[in-house]
Every structure is written in structure tokens, then in C-alpha cells.
């Protein structure tokens, strides 16, 4: 029979029993007709399908991923319409955005709006979960706040992933990529029953690109990595009634990455300036294509990360389940970036040299989560628990700075060690009472408490080099700052859902959601010694999810308004050289969303999304002004009101979709099929400063495939191109750091067009 792939597939729950639809049913004249596959979720803690769960969740199983070229967190919002990525000059302060809403800030005190979940072990930081998307079974994206279930920092919402679990037959798959640009790339699994009670998985990865930002002072490519990973996962099952499942990872990242180009000099306040860098950045010319800097200090983003986790499921004889999840894992980054983007020693009059920006953290967490699921009774079923998470991170940096003045080179310099501690105590109860007539009312109450203990010590006489001044704005006073915060907090959610028969759900739904207080880990002075209160959303959601009888179509939609009370947002401190972190006020996210998957044919499959979204700073009125605002712009004694304006990397309109056509070749052994992956967006603002200049137009993208595959699947070959009209786009704009007026960006790899080449073999 012809094999298919569908670009949303049957997912497998944790004991490896497959809960999908067959993907062929017979009709009542018995022929065999297509359907879409059941696709399970778990974003109510129980496996249940996504047609069937009152929750804005978009599912993506691992098959999707490959067939669109997808193989990080960041590339899911090709994907997913809701959701956008920013680049930063490492993964500590890069951040994704739910519905317009996300975390950028350098601090290492702050928890992320959108929470990263690793087969079900909630990640501290969302540097943690910027990574290599290997032999996944499915990705959930859950929009809008999470906290009932999830808690921790899930106010805007959720990406959690799901990886293969073992099997009871001898399996494997190898996957080999090679691309533009040295790109490599290698993966294996293999599976296998190891006795009648013991299963096994190992999975290990490879890949490798040289870097598509050129160096012209060295020759070096830059942005690149190096990375290496390997997972292993036990299943023991002891008997019918128990699962003991046991997973340990690690990955090691190499990256020489994250170097920013500069985008336009013309905007300098000072045109000298301006002037002298376009003469210092020769060859290298400022553009939105410009793919080229000019460094001479090292540019380098590597991290270590390693955990183990233990889950238990029992099931009594009488229909309970009840799940223990136990985990701890490592995270170690390093990180420096050249800030001048110019590679001369000495500086010049006008121009800083900023050559060191070098920081290192250390993060160790300990989690328990243990839930008791009640049967699934005629009017009545729940899920109780508690949720135990235990911090420990640790942050060092440093940085020089040097002018040229009147009096010479002046050099500022300093360093700083700080550390944050945070410990979160949970209990949590979420349930369902069936009235009849297709009509539930569901809901939960999620209690927490939670203690962060902050630490930061700088000795400004302790300067990086004799005769520098100070950095931070200290004045020669140290910094030794000791401390702590709880709180306590209750969140939930309650909704109702209607059943109007088997193809058509309806549901309202009020959700909580909390993400906790924050300090600013940073070149902090000793007047900065308050914390940061805690972001609490309030979000009203109704959603509609439709299948059609015959299982070819299936279109859900959502329409959403969230309020957020003390976003945690930064700016920037000029005096002291750096950015702090602070609560923004108000903001929020409103808009509706739209989600469908068709089977046109039996060998045609469309999929898309459509999501408008309107995310407003709804009160801010004593905001920083960016850089040159004038008093006309809105800039009164250092401060302007940002109530009304965009949150960053919010656009209004977003569209996603992607045709996959099978082509039966009956005379061949094999068959073909080519796939085409599109997204467009309306244009941003990347910087809450709403610098006029930091705006991007709205732009689409197009990716390709092509290739043959077996007619059992066993072996796939095809050639891709990404970004295939060329069309340049940035993942972040920003006012450069040094230079007042001048703007700066990331362009990422799929910015302009690369091609490739792809191998599978699975047995």
C-alpha cells in the first residue's frame, strides 16, 4: 500500500501505545477512505484529543517538524502563528512571545512569561529550552496563561515537548542533512525491548554550520556552532498496573555566535560619529542586507546541559492513576560579545571600545510533581497534586569599556558576582462536572508559594585594570547586597464547555496566571535593592473547534483578552551603562486566532493558521526614552508615556501554511511528493522604547522540498530550499549599544536563500 506521511500524525502516549485514529477507515460500502489522525495532547494533564481539550493549543507532531525543516524551538513559529522569536546576543536573553507577550531581559533574577516543559519537567530559564528539537513525538504550544496546571512562569503561556518513548519492537531511524554554508547535520535512534519488562531508546545527535556572518578583519565566519547531544530513555513496566520511565540527557553547544551587524549609520545623532564608523567599517557597509562586521575580540556563546528524571505511573485496580515526576538538571553558559562591532585596539576620539562583555552562569534545579487522576466517571473526574522546585543560579560578568578624552583614554571597567535562589511550593486541583446534553463546566485552583533569595556583591575599587573608573554608576561604593522575597499567590482557571455533538465543541474559559518576582542580577547599585513584583495575568478566552464527519477537515478558532498587571519589562540606564529590570505597568494582548487542517485529496494535505493580534502597553507612563527623543517626540524631563504603543515583536497579523502533495509513481518502487511551508507577517516595533527606527516592514517566507520516499517509508531522499524569493528579514533591531542614534540587527540564517540536501533510513 502507498505509505503517506500526514503533516499532523497519530501521537503515542508514554507507554508507547499508539491512541490515533487509523489513518484509512471503510465506509458503508466498504471501500477504504482517508482521514486525518487523532492527535492526542496533554494539555489538561490527561491524554485527550486536541479537538476535544478546551484549551488554545497548537500541535505539532514530530513528523511535521522534519517535513518542514524544523529542528530547534525557534523555528516553531514558522509553524505557529502566535508565536514569534527575538534574537539576543546569547540564549540567556533571547526570548519567544506567546500572543505578543514574552521576557527579554538580561537579568538572570527573572523567570520567562512563556514556559519551556521537557517531558514534564518544567525548565528554570528559557535558555535551557532553546534546543535541538531530536526524535520528538509531538510539540504542544498552549496560548495564554498556564498557571493552574503548569504554574512556575507560565502567564503567557506554554511550549512544552514530548519526546519518543521506547518501543516493544526493534526499531531505528538515521536522518543525514547537508546544506550551504558547511552546514552538517546527523541523528540516530534506536529502540528495542531489552527483556519482557525493560524497553530502551538511545538517541544522539550531530550537526554543524560555519557561520553565515563574515568577519572581514579575519576571515572568520561567525554565528555558527557545534553541537552534540545524546538522550537515553528506560521503560520499565513491571507489571500491567506500573510504568517507570527514566530519561538522562546531555548537550553540549559550541557557538561563535551571537555577533550583530550594523544596519544604518545615517540615523547618528552625532553625523561625526556617524561618519567616522562608516570610514572604520570599511569594507563593510551599513544595510538591512548587511551580513558583515568587523571584529577583533573573541565572539563566543557556549553552554553545557545535563539532567535525569524518573516519572511513575500506577494505576489502581479501581481507575485512579497516580504520577510521580522527579527530575534535576545542570546548565552551565558562557558567553562574550564584541560590543564596538570594530576592530581596532585603541579608540579613537567619538568611538568606545567595548571588546569585553563576558559572563558565565552556573544553574542547577531540583523538581517533584506528584498528581493523582481520578477515573473518568459518568459526571465527575479531577486531578489533585503538588509541585515541589528548588533553584540555584549563579551569575559572574565582566566588562571594560575605554574613550578617548580631553585627558586620554579613560577606561571603565567592573565586574560583579551575583547569585538567585528560588524555591516554589505548589498544590494544585483541576476537575470536570458533566451536567448532560454535551455541557461541562471544568476548572481549577492552583496555590502557590514562593521564596527568591537574591545576592549580588561588586567592589568598584576592584577594577579590571589600574586606573579604570567604576562602572555602574557606583561612585566608588560597593555593592553587597543580601536578600529575600516571598510570596504567596492563588491562580486558576474555570470555563465551560459544550459538546454539540461529535464534530462541534464550543468553550469560554477565565484563566490566572502568575509569574514570580524578579531582582535585578545585574551591575546593580545599592540604591537598587528592591525586588520586582510579580507579573499576574487575566485572561477571557472562547474557542471553537470543528472536525467534519467524514475526518478530512478539521478548523478550530479562539478569540482572546489578556491583562497583565506588573509586566516585567527593562530599559536602559545610560549613567550607569546598562539596562535594569522593571515593572512596566499594564499591558495587554487581545485578538482572535485560527487554526485548520484539510485533506483535500488523498494525497494532498493543507494546514494553516491566521492570528491577529493586538498586544498594547496599556500604562507606562514614566517609560525611558529611547536615544535623541525630543521633547516634540514625547520625551519630558528623561521620561515618555508608552500607554497605546506595541509590545515588541508583536505583529498584528501573522499567516502560516503549509501544502504537502504525495505523487504515486505506480510503475517505481518508490514515491514521490514536494512540500511548500509559507509565512507572512505585518510589520514591528523590536523595541518597547518604540524607537522609530527599530520598526521592521511586514514580510513572507517560502521554503520548499522535494524528494522521493519507499512505498514502506523505510528510506526518504529530497533537496530543499529555505527562503526561496530571497527575501531579507531580521530577528531583532536594536539602537546600538555604543553609538547614540546608530541601529543595529541580527540577521539569522534562513534570511537569505540556502539550499539542501536530506537523507532518512528508518527500520
Not at 24 to 30: F, K, N, R, T, V
Not at 154 to 171: C, E, N
Not at 507 to 520: E, I, N, T
Request: proline share 4%; aromatic share 10%; hydrophobic share 35%.
Amino acid at each position: 500500500m502507498l505509505h503517506y506521511r500526514l503533516a499532523i500524525t497519530a501521537s503515542c502516549i508514554a507507554l508507547g501505545t499508539c491512541l490515533a485514529a487509523p489513518a484509512y477507515a471503510q465506509d458503508e460500502s466498504g471501500e477504504t477512505e482517508r482521514k486525518l489522525d487523532t492527535v492526542m495532547v496533554t494539555a489538561t494533564k490527561r491524554p485527550e484529543t486536541l479537538q476535544d481539550v478546551p484549551v488554545a493549543v497548537s500541535a505539532r507532531s514530530g513528523a511535521d517538524l522534519e517535513n518542514s525543516g524544523v529542528s530547534s524551538i525557534e523555528g516553531l513559529a514558522t509553524l505557529v502563528p502566535s508565536l514569534t522569536f527575538t534574537q539576543s546576543s546569547n540564549e540567556l536573553n533571547s526570548s519567544v512571545r506567546i500572543r505578543g507577550v514574552g521576557t527579554e531581559v538580561f537579568s538572570s533574577g527573572v523567570e520567562p512569561s512563556v514556559s519551556f516543559v521537557v517531558d514534564d519537567v518544567v525548565l528554570a530559564r528559557q535558555g535551557q529550552g532553546f534546543q535541538d528539537l531530536v526524535d520528538v513525538e509531538r510539540v504542544e504550544v498552549l496560548r495564554g496563561p498556564q498557571s493552574t496546571l503548569f504554574g512556575k512562569n507560565a502567564s503567557a503561556g506554554v511550549i512544552s515537548v514530548t519526546t519518543q518513548a521506547p518501543t516493544r519492537t526493534l526499531s531505528g531511524k538515521f536522518d543525514a542533512l547537508i546544506a550551504e554554508n558547511e552546514e552538517y547535520a546527523l541523528r540516530g535512534t534506536v529502540a528495542s525491548p531489552i527483556s519482557e519488562t525493560v524497553l530502551g531508546r538511545l538517541t544522539a545527535f550531530t550537526k554543524s554550520q560555519k557561520g553565515h556572518i563574515k568577519n572581514v578583519s579575519d576571515g572568520r565566519n561567525l554565528n555558527g556552532y557545534d553541537n552534540w547531544g545524546v538522550r537515553g530513555k528506560i521503560l520499565v513496566q513491571p507489571s500491567d498496573a506500573l510504568d517507570l520511565t527514566f530519561i538522562a540527557d546531555y548537550r553540549d553547544t559550541q557557538q561563535d555566535c551571537c555577533a550583530y551587524q550594523i544596519r544604518d549609520t545615517s540615523t547618528a545623532l552625532n553625523p561625526v560619529v556617524g561618519a567616522t564608523l562608516d570610514a572604520l567599517l570599511d569594507p563593510v557597509v551599513a544595510s538591512p542586507e548587511n551580513r558583515q562586521t568587523k571584529l577583533n575580540a573573541p565572539v563566543y556563546n557556549n553552554s553545557e546541559q545535563w539532567g535525569l528524571s524518573g516519572k511513575a505511573e500506577y494505576r489502581f485496580g479501581n481507575g485512579y492513576t497516580f504520577t510521580s515526576i522527579t527530575a534535576y538538571r545542570e546548565w552551565d553558559f558562557e558567553n562574550n560579545i564584541d560590543v564596538d562591532a570594530l576592530d581596532f585596539e585603541d579608540p579613537i576620539p567619538g568611538v568606545i571600545t567595548f571588546d569585553l562583555n563576558s559572563g558565565q552562569t552556573s544553574l542547577s534545579q531540583i523538581s517533584q510533581e506528584f498528581r493523582l487522576a481520578s477515573p473518568q466517571w459518568d459526571n465527575f473526574d479531577y486531578v489533585i497534586g503538588a509541585y515541589l522546585f528548588q533553584l540555584n543560579l549563579d551569575r559572574s560578568f565582566r566588562r571594560r569599556i575605554e574613550a578617548r578624552t580631553a585627558l586620554g583614554v579613560v577606561g571603565q571597567s567592573g565586574q560583579f558576582n551575583g547569585s538567585v535562589g528560588n524555591k516554589n511550593y505548589a498544590a494544585f486541583a483541576s476537575g470536570n462536572y458533566h451536567f448532560g446534553q454535551g455541557t461541562t463546566l471544568f476548572g481549577g485552583l492552583r496555590l502557590i508559594n514562593e521564596t527568591l533569595d537574591y545576592k549580588v556583591y561588586r567592589d568598584p575599587t576592584n577594577v579590571l585594570q589600574p586606573g579604570d573608573f567604576p562602572l555602574g554608576g557606583s561612585a566608588g561604593t560597593p555593592a553587597d547586597i543580601d536578600g529575600d522575597t516571598s510570596d504567596t499567590a492563588l491562580v486558576g482557571d474555570i470555563g465551560l464547555r459544550q459538546q454539540w455533538n461529535e464534530d462541534v465543541m464550543t468553550y469560554v474559559r477565565y484563566a490566572r496566571g502568575y509569574k514570580g518576582r524578579a531582582f535585578d542580577v545585574i551591575f546593580t547599585a545599592p540604591q537598587n535593592t528592591q525586588y520586582v513584583d510579580a507579573e499576574q495575568s487575566d485572561s477571557y478566552e472562547a474557542g471553537l473547534k470543528v472536525q467534519t464527519a467524514n475526518g478530512r477537515l478539521q478548523f478550530n478558532a479562539a478569540a482572546f483578552w489578556t491583562d497583565y498587571e506588573d509586566f516585567q519589562a527593562q530599559e536602559r540606564d545610560v549613567a550607569a551603562s546598562t539596562v535594569v529590570v522593571a515593572n512596566a505597568g499594564k499591558v495587554s494582548t487581545k485578538g482572535i486566532e485560527l487554526d485548520a487542517t484539510a485533506l483535500l485529496t488523498d494525497t494532498t494535505l493543507l494546514q494553516g493558521g491566521i492570528a491577529y493580534t493586538d498586544a498594547k502597553v496599556d500604562s507606562f507612563p514614566f517609560a525611558q526614552c529611547y536615544r535623541g527623543q525630543t521633547v516634540a517626540e514625547g520625551c519630558i524631563n528623561g521620561a515618555q508615556d508608552l500607554s497605546g504603543e506595541d509590545l515588541p515583536n508583536s505583529p498584528d497579523w501573522r499567516f502560516t501554511a503549509s501544502l504537502r502533495q504525495d505523487i504515486p509513481l505506480a510503475t517505481l518502487p518508490f514515491d514521490g511528493f514536494f512540500q511548500l511551508d509559507g509565512s507572512w507577517q505585518s510589520d514591528v516595533q523590536f523595541q518597547i522604547d518604540q524607537n522609530p527606527n527599530t520598526t521592521q516592514d511586514g514580510y513572507g517566507l517560502l521554503h520548499l522540498s522535494a524528494g522521493i520516499e519507499d512505498d514502506d517509508g523505510s528510506w526518504t531522499a529530497s533537496i530543499y530550499v529555505r527562503n526561496l524569493l530571497d527575501e531579507t528579514y531580521a530577528s531583532n533591531i536594536f539602537a546600538d549599544p555604543l553609538y547614540p542614534g546608530v541601529i543595529s540587527q541580527y540577521l539569522p540564517r534562513d534570511s537569505e536563500r540556502y539550499f539542501g540536501a536530506r537523507l532518512t533510513a528508518s527500520f
